[in-house]
């Protein structure tokens, strides 16, 4: 029991103060004397007492001091980070309010910066707008003027990357994850000190102070990173107004020199469609005697070809002559003598022509230029067409093989061998 008394304590307050190691020698005093008086008692009771109940009462006596020494030693502890976050925290706070104080300089001369340059903006801008008011009364300048409007909306495009790249710039939201990491790391170390330290009134008006103090520099914190954030924004926007100015010069430079270059096109224009004006009058002039010019030739052109007709014996329809022969042939021989003077079988499209064929012809039986010698049931003209519809005899074509030339005659076509010799017709168109 007497070597608990003398247990080395300086080997627990090596790293206190010298007020920690008076306290801690006043409780180490106090447990011999303790010591002595609970032995003394437990002398007195060993006489009257089994050795069951001398062993347990050893047992509570050892536990209640153990306990006391436990309690000093905590309390000690606590004092000691209570000293060592009152000093961080204040170390702190100096270095903020110096930091804030710069901010606010530097915020002060970006707003100043700010000012000239949107007023250099108003002032370009109110150019900009004379020069629109212009551009408005010539209609050419529209196109031009949406190419520069494209131009701008690529340097748009272009200056919202930019701003997408400047976002990206997290330093700032680092350190402030890391305050509220130490803030939050602080606040759990308080909140076990505060469970410990409830006995104490004295700790707990300096942890009143404490947090007093970090909700301060926790605000005083907020408002220097949204002073930062401002100057970051006001440094973004004084660039792109430079920028903006730059761009607007140009764009007033090149405007002026489109509007002079549109006017000298435009006197050019107007000289070019006066000529053109006068010179559409002429040929509309021309134009007109070349007509009556043309009218007048056809009219002799048809005059001459319905004399020509009628000297060689043909006839006139439309512009194409017919000849009806006055002799048989079979359809080869037939169609001989109409290519020979440039012609050929007549060929029937409708039933004006159908009509027309049996008014000339008399009603006699006719070769026509229709034959299937080629493939038998198809049937061609002698120009490579192919029949389409025709005037057939109800009961024709039945000739098969035999029968691959037509004949025109009062019912209708038919189909007859090609070696028979009947009149034939002969068409060709003037040229």
Same mark, same amino acid.
């Given at each position: 029991?007497?070597?608990?008394?003398?247990?080395?304590?300086?080997?627990?307050?090596?790293?206190?103060?010298?007020?920690?190691?008076?306290?801690?020698?006043?409780?180490?005093?106090?447990?011999?004397?303790?010591?002595?008086?609970?032995?003394?008692?437990?002398?007195?009771?060993?006489?009257?007492?089994?050795?069951?109940?001398?062993?347990?009462?050893?047992?509570?006596?050892?536990?209640?001091?153990?306990?006391?020494?436990?309690?000093?030693?905590?309390?000690?502890?606590?004092?000691?980070?209570?000293?060592?976050?009152?000093?961080?925290?204040?170390?702190?706070?100096?270095?903020?309010?110096?930091?804030?104080?710069? =901010?606010? $300089?530097?915020?002060?001369?970006? !707003? &100043?910066? #700010? *000012?000239? %340059?949107? /007023?250099?903006? +108003?002032?370009? @801008?109110?150019?900009?707008?004379?020069?629109?008011?212009?551009?408005?009364?010539?209609?050419?300048?529209?196109?031009?003027?949406?190419?520069?409007?494209?131009?701008?909306?690529?340097?748009?495009?272009?200056?919202?990357?930019?701003?997408?790249?400047?976002?990206?710039?997290?330093?700032?939201?680092?350190?402030?994850?890391?305050?509220?990491?130490?803030?939050?790391?602080?606040?759990?170390?308080?909140?076990?000190?505060?469970? =410990?330290? $409830?006995?104490?009134?004295?700790? !707990? &008006?300096? #942890? *009143?102070? %404490?947090? /007093?103090?970090? +909700?301060?520099? @926790?605000?005083?914190?907020?408002?220097?990173?949204?002073?930062?954030?401002?100057?970051?924004?006001?440094?973004?926007?004084?660039?792109?107004?430079?920028?903006?100015?730059?761009?607007?010069?140009?764009?007033?430079?090149?405007?002026?020199?489109?509007?002079?270059?549109?006017?000298?096109?435009?006197?050019?224009?107007?000289?070019?469609?006066?000529?053109?004006?006068?010179?559409?009058?002429?040929?509309?002039?021309?134009?007109?005697?070349?007509?009556?010019?043309?009218?007048?030739?056809?009219?002799?052109?048809?005059?001459?070809?319905?004399?020509?007709?009628?000297?060689?014996?043909?006839?006139?329809?439309?512009?194409?002559?017919?000849?009806?022969?006055?002799?048989?042939?079979?359809?080869?021989?037939?169609?001989?003598?109409?290519?020979?003077?440039?012609?050929?079988?007549?060929?029937?499209?409708?039933?004006?022509?159908?009509?027309?064929?049996?008014?000339?012809?008399?009603?006699?039986?006719?070769?026509?230029?229709?034959?299937?010698?080629?493939?038998?049931?198809?049937?061609?003209?002698?120009?490579?067409?192919?029949?389409?519809?025709?005037?057939?005899?109800?009961?024709?074509?039945?000739?098969?093989?035999?029968?691959?030339?037509?004949?025109?005659?009062?019912?209708?076509?038919?189909?007859?061998?090609?070696?028979?010799?009947?009149?034939?017709?002969?068409?060709?168109?003037?040229?």
């Amino acid at each position: 029991m007497s070597s608990y008394g003398n247990m080395n304590i300086p080997s627990f307050t090596h790293g206190m103060d010298r007020e920690d190691e008076e306290e801690m020698n006043i409780y180490a005093n106090v447990d011999p004397i303790n010591s002595f008086g609970v032995r003394t008692e437990t002398e007195n009771s060993k006489r009257h007492q089994t050795p069951q109940h001398t062993e347990i009462a050893c047992v509570k006596i050892r536990s209640s001091r153990a306990a006391a020494v436990c309690l000093v030693l905590l309390c000690v502890l606590l004092l000691t980070a209570v000293i060592v976050l009152g000093v961080y925290i204040h170390t702190k706070s100096t270095n903020y309010t110096e930091e804030g104080a710069q =901010l606010l $300089t530097k915020n002060t001369n970006l !707003t &100043e910066e #700010r *000012g000239q %340059l949107l /007023t250099n903006i +108003t002032n370009l @801008t109110e150019e900009r707008d004379q020069l629109l008011k212009l551009l408005t009364k010539n209609t050419n300048l529209t196109e031009e003027r949406g190419q520069l409007l494209t131009n701008i909306t690529n340097l748009t495009e272009e200056r919202d990357q930019l701003l997408k790249l400047l976002t990206k710039n997290t330093n700032l939201t680092e350190e402030r994850g890391q305050l509220l990491t130490n803030i939050t790391n602080l606040t759990e170390e308080r909140d076990q000190l505060l469970k =410990l330290l $409830t006995k104490n009134t004295n700790l !707990t &008006e300096e #942890r *009143g102070q %404490l947090l /007093t103090n970090i +909700t301060n520099l @926790t605000e005083e914190r907020d408002q220097l990173l949204k002073l930062l954030t401002k100057n970051t924004n006001l440094t973004e926007e004084r660039g792109q107004l430079l920028t903006n100015i730059t761009n607007l010069t140009e764009e007033r430079g090149q405007l002026l020199t489109n509007i002079t270059n549109l006017t000298e096109e435009r006197d050019q224009l107007l000289t070019k469609t006066i000529q053109l004006t006068k010179e559409r009058d002429v040929l509309s002039l021309n134009k007109c005697d070349l007509i009556k010019q043309r009218d007048q030739l056809k009219q002799e052109k048809n005059e001459q070809s319905k004399s020509l007709c009628e000297k060689v014996g043909w006839t006139c329809y439309e512009s194409i002559y017919y000849y009806v022969s006055s002799e048989v042939k079979n359809w080869t021989e037939s169609r001989r003598y109409c290519t020979d003077r440039g012609a050929d079988l007549i060929i029937i499209n409708n039933k004006a022509e159908q009509d027309f064929v049996k008014r000339i012809s008399g009603g006699a039986a006719v070769w026509i230029g229709l034959t299937d010698s080629d493939v038998e049931g198809t049937w061609k003209w002698v120009d490579g067409s192919r029949l389409t519809s025709g005037f057939w005899d109800p009961r024709e074509p039945n000739g098969d093989r035999r029968e691959n030339c037509v004949l025109n005659y009062s019912p209708g076509w038919a189909d007859y061998p090609c070696d028979d010799t009947h009149y034939w017709i002969c068409m060709g168109i003037l040229k």
